[in-house]
Protein backbone atom coordinates (compact mmCIF):
# COMPACT_ATOMS: atom_id res chain seq x y z
CA UNK A 1 0.00 0.00 0.00
CA UNK A 2 1.47 3.29 -0.78
CA UNK A 3 0.89 6.44 1.29
CA UNK A 4 0.89 9.75 -0.16
CA UNK A 5 0.42 13.13 2.06
CA UNK A 6 -0.85 15.87 -0.78
CA UNK A 7 -0.98 19.46 -0.15
CA UNK A 8 -2.44 22.18 -2.11
CA UNK A 9 -2.25 25.84 -1.34
CA UNK A 10 -2.56 27.21 -4.85
CA UNK A 11 -5.41 29.65 -3.98
CA UNK A 12 -7.26 30.75 -1.28
CA UNK A 13 -8.30 27.40 0.00
CA UNK A 14 -5.59 25.25 1.80
CA UNK A 15 -5.66 21.77 2.12
CA UNK A 16 -4.09 18.43 3.03
CA UNK A 17 -4.86 14.80 2.47
CA UNK A 18 -4.09 11.41 2.48
CA UNK A 19 -4.59 8.97 -0.32
CA UNK A 20 -3.88 5.00 -0.13
CA UNK A 21 -2.81 3.30 -3.51
CA UNK A 22 -4.60 6.89 -4.82
CA UNK A 23 -7.71 6.86 -3.14
CA UNK A 24 -9.07 9.22 -0.83
CA UNK A 25 -8.51 8.15 3.04
CA UNK A 26 -8.42 11.48 4.85
CA UNK A 27 -8.58 15.15 4.16
CA UNK A 28 -9.13 18.41 5.86
CA UNK A 29 -9.49 21.94 4.12
CA UNK A 30 -9.39 25.92 5.34
CA UNK A 31 -11.26 28.20 3.62
CA UNK A 32 -9.81 31.30 5.54
CA UNK A 33 -7.53 33.61 3.34
CA UNK A 34 -4.13 34.58 4.58
CA UNK A 35 -3.69 31.72 7.08
CA UNK A 36 -1.60 28.86 4.74
CA UNK A 37 1.11 29.37 6.98
CA UNK A 38 -0.02 29.12 10.32
CA UNK A 39 -2.52 26.05 10.04
CA UNK A 40 -0.52 24.00 6.98
CA UNK A 41 2.04 21.99 9.71
CA UNK A 42 -0.81 21.59 12.07
CA UNK A 43 -2.68 19.81 9.40
CA UNK A 44 -0.60 17.41 7.77
CA UNK A 45 -0.17 16.57 11.55
CA UNK A 46 -3.89 16.03 11.96
CA UNK A 47 -4.30 14.43 9.06
CA UNK A 48 -2.23 11.72 10.20
CA UNK A 49 -3.43 11.47 13.60
CA UNK A 50 -6.65 10.47 12.43
CA UNK A 51 -5.40 8.13 10.36
CA UNK A 52 -2.89 6.55 12.72
CA UNK A 53 0.37 6.72 10.49
CA UNK A 54 3.23 8.39 11.15
CA UNK A 55 5.14 10.71 8.79
CA UNK A 56 8.03 7.61 9.05
CA UNK A 57 5.49 5.30 7.40
CA UNK A 58 4.62 7.82 4.36
CA UNK A 59 5.80 6.69 1.21
CA UNK A 60 6.06 10.30 -0.48
CA UNK A 61 4.74 13.87 -0.32
CA UNK A 62 2.79 15.47 -3.43
CA UNK A 63 2.23 19.22 -3.63
CA UNK A 64 0.47 21.45 -6.04
CA UNK A 65 2.70 22.79 -8.64
CA UNK A 66 0.61 25.54 -9.68
CA UNK A 67 -0.54 27.91 -10.89
CA UNK A 68 -2.17 30.05 -8.57
CA UNK A 69 -1.25 32.54 -5.67
CA UNK A 70 2.72 33.27 -6.01
CA UNK A 71 3.03 33.13 -2.18
CA UNK A 72 0.77 30.17 -1.34
CA UNK A 73 2.38 27.84 -3.46
CA UNK A 74 5.42 29.24 -2.05
CA UNK A 75 4.02 28.27 1.29
CA UNK A 76 3.15 24.56 0.59
CA UNK A 77 6.37 24.02 -1.81
CA UNK A 78 8.61 24.99 0.89
CA UNK A 79 6.08 22.78 3.47
CA UNK A 80 6.30 19.72 1.08
CA UNK A 81 9.89 20.42 0.42
CA UNK A 82 10.95 20.48 3.78
CA UNK A 83 8.61 17.43 5.04
CA UNK A 84 10.88 15.72 2.19
CA UNK A 85 14.08 16.88 3.70
CA UNK A 86 13.37 16.18 6.59
CA UNK A 87 11.84 12.25 5.93
CA UNK A 88 14.07 11.37 3.11
CA UNK A 89 10.57 10.96 0.94
CA UNK A 90 10.30 11.80 -2.42
CA UNK A 91 8.35 14.50 -3.94
CA UNK A 92 5.81 14.71 -6.26
CA UNK A 93 3.74 17.65 -8.48
CA UNK A 94 0.72 18.01 -9.84
CA UNK A 95 -0.71 20.91 -11.82
CA UNK A 96 -3.11 22.71 -9.81
CA UNK A 97 -5.26 23.04 -14.14
CA UNK A 98 -4.78 19.07 -14.73
CA UNK A 99 -6.11 17.85 -11.13
CA UNK A 100 -8.96 20.28 -11.92
CA UNK A 101 -9.69 19.27 -15.54
CA UNK A 102 -9.66 15.41 -13.79
CA UNK A 103 -12.61 16.21 -11.26
CA UNK A 104 -14.39 18.02 -14.07
CA UNK A 105 -14.17 14.85 -16.10
CA UNK A 106 -15.33 13.16 -13.00
CA UNK A 107 -18.75 15.04 -12.93
CA UNK A 108 -19.21 15.37 -16.74
CA UNK A 109 -17.15 12.47 -18.74
CA UNK A 110 -16.94 13.42 -22.74
CA UNK A 111 -16.63 17.09 -22.97
CA UNK A 112 -13.44 19.35 -23.30
CA UNK A 113 -12.51 20.71 -19.70
CA UNK A 114 -11.21 24.32 -19.04
CA UNK A 115 -10.45 24.53 -15.53
CA UNK A 116 -9.63 28.87 -14.49
CA UNK A 117 -8.00 29.93 -11.68
CA UNK A 118 -9.09 33.71 -10.92
CA UNK A 119 -5.81 35.56 -11.38
CA UNK A 120 -7.70 38.78 -10.45
CA UNK A 121 -9.82 41.56 -12.69
CA UNK A 122 -10.63 39.80 -16.20
CA UNK A 123 -7.50 37.36 -15.92
CA UNK A 124 -7.31 33.57 -14.92
CA UNK A 125 -4.66 30.82 -15.16
CA UNK A 126 -5.76 27.94 -17.63
CA UNK A 127 -5.24 25.09 -20.08
CA UNK A 128 -7.57 23.13 -21.92
CA UNK A 129 -7.35 19.41 -21.82
CA UNK A 130 -9.66 16.75 -24.43
CA UNK A 131 -11.65 14.34 -22.91
CA UNK A 132 -9.00 11.85 -22.01
CA UNK A 133 -7.43 14.52 -20.43
CA UNK A 134 -4.82 15.51 -23.26
CA UNK A 135 -3.52 19.17 -23.08
CA UNK A 136 -5.02 21.03 -26.10
CA UNK A 137 -3.35 24.00 -24.83
CA UNK A 138 -0.72 24.66 -22.27
CA UNK A 139 -1.25 26.50 -19.45
CA UNK A 140 -1.70 30.15 -19.45
CA UNK A 141 -2.46 33.40 -18.12
CA UNK A 142 -5.35 34.71 -20.13
CA UNK A 143 -7.39 37.94 -20.29
CA UNK A 144 -11.02 36.80 -21.03
CA UNK A 145 -12.99 38.16 -23.12
CA UNK A 146 -16.45 37.07 -25.05
CA UNK A 147 -14.72 35.55 -28.12
CA UNK A 148 -12.58 33.83 -25.58
CA UNK A 149 -12.48 29.89 -26.64
CA UNK A 150 -14.64 30.75 -29.71
CA UNK A 151 -12.48 28.48 -31.95
CA UNK A 152 -13.33 25.47 -29.31
CA UNK A 153 -17.10 26.39 -28.82
CA UNK A 154 -17.50 26.25 -32.30
CA UNK A 155 -17.11 22.30 -32.80
CA UNK A 156 -17.33 21.42 -29.26
CA UNK A 157 -19.16 21.09 -25.99
CA UNK A 158 -16.98 22.79 -23.24
CA UNK A 159 -17.15 22.21 -19.91
CA UNK A 160 -15.29 25.77 -17.71
CA UNK A 161 -14.27 24.97 -13.70
CA UNK A 162 -12.99 26.78 -11.26
CA UNK A 163 -13.87 30.11 -9.89
CA UNK A 164 -12.43 31.90 -12.81
CA UNK A 165 -14.88 30.62 -14.74
CA UNK A 166 -17.73 32.92 -13.23
CA UNK A 167 -16.15 35.49 -14.94
CA UNK A 168 -16.14 34.00 -18.13
CA UNK A 169 -20.24 32.94 -17.72
CA UNK A 170 -20.77 36.38 -17.56
CA UNK A 171 -19.85 37.47 -20.93
CA UNK A 172 -19.87 33.75 -22.67
CA UNK A 173 -23.25 33.42 -24.70
CA UNK A 174 -22.44 30.04 -27.02
CA UNK A 175 -24.92 27.43 -25.95
CA UNK A 176 -21.86 24.77 -26.22
CA UNK A 177 -20.81 26.46 -23.02
CA UNK A 178 -21.07 24.62 -19.64
CA UNK A 179 -19.97 25.71 -16.45
CA UNK A 180 -18.78 24.27 -12.98
CA UNK A 181 -17.60 27.70 -10.98
CA UNK A 182 -17.91 25.22 -7.85
CA UNK A 183 -14.76 23.52 -8.92
CA UNK A 184 -11.71 24.01 -6.87
CA UNK A 185 -8.25 22.83 -6.69
CA UNK A 186 -7.70 20.51 -3.67
CA UNK A 187 -5.60 18.15 -2.05
CA UNK A 188 -8.19 15.39 -2.25
CA UNK A 189 -8.69 15.54 -5.80
CA UNK A 190 -4.53 15.10 -6.60
CA UNK A 191 -4.26 11.28 -4.92
CA UNK A 192 -4.93 8.97 -8.20
CA UNK A 193 -2.45 11.30 -10.14
CA UNK A 194 0.39 12.04 -7.15
CA UNK A 195 -0.21 8.18 -7.09
CA UNK A 196 0.79 7.50 -11.25
CA UNK A 197 3.45 9.64 -10.83
CA UNK A 198 4.70 7.65 -8.17
CA UNK A 199 4.38 4.53 -9.53
CA UNK A 200 6.21 5.87 -12.80
CA UNK A 201 8.56 7.22 -10.13
CA UNK A 202 8.16 10.84 -11.77
CA UNK A 203 10.24 12.64 -9.56
CA UNK A 204 10.52 16.27 -8.55
CA UNK A 205 14.68 17.61 -7.47
CA UNK A 206 13.70 19.14 -3.96
CA UNK A 207 16.95 20.68 -4.11
CA UNK A 208 15.77 22.81 -7.05
CA UNK A 209 11.88 22.90 -7.22
CA UNK A 210 9.73 25.54 -8.02
CA UNK A 211 6.22 25.77 -8.37
CA UNK A 212 4.80 26.67 -12.32
CA UNK A 213 4.10 30.71 -11.62
CA UNK A 214 3.85 31.48 -15.08
CA UNK A 215 4.24 35.25 -14.13
CA UNK A 216 6.84 37.01 -12.80
CA UNK A 217 5.56 38.59 -8.92
CA UNK A 218 5.87 41.77 -8.25
CA UNK A 219 5.07 43.80 -5.00
CA UNK A 220 6.77 46.49 -2.57
CA UNK A 221 4.54 45.60 0.55
CA UNK A 222 4.71 42.19 2.55
CA UNK A 223 1.83 39.97 1.55
CA UNK A 224 0.79 36.95 4.27
CA UNK A 225 -1.19 34.00 3.52
Not at 76 to 89: E, I
Not at 206 to 219: G, L, M, Q, V
Request: net charge negative; proline share 3%.
Amino acid sequence: MTHILSIDTSTSICSVALHANGELVAQTETFLDRSHSRNIAHMAEHVLAICEISSNNLDAYAVSAGPGSYTGMRIGSSTAKGFCFALDKPLVSVSSLYSMAAQLQHKSPGLIYVPMIDARRMEVYTATYNAQLEEISKEQALILSDSSFEEQLSIEKVLFGGDGSSKFKEICTNVGAFFATDAYPSAKFMGKIAFEKFEQQKFEDIAYFEPNYIKEFHTNSKVNI
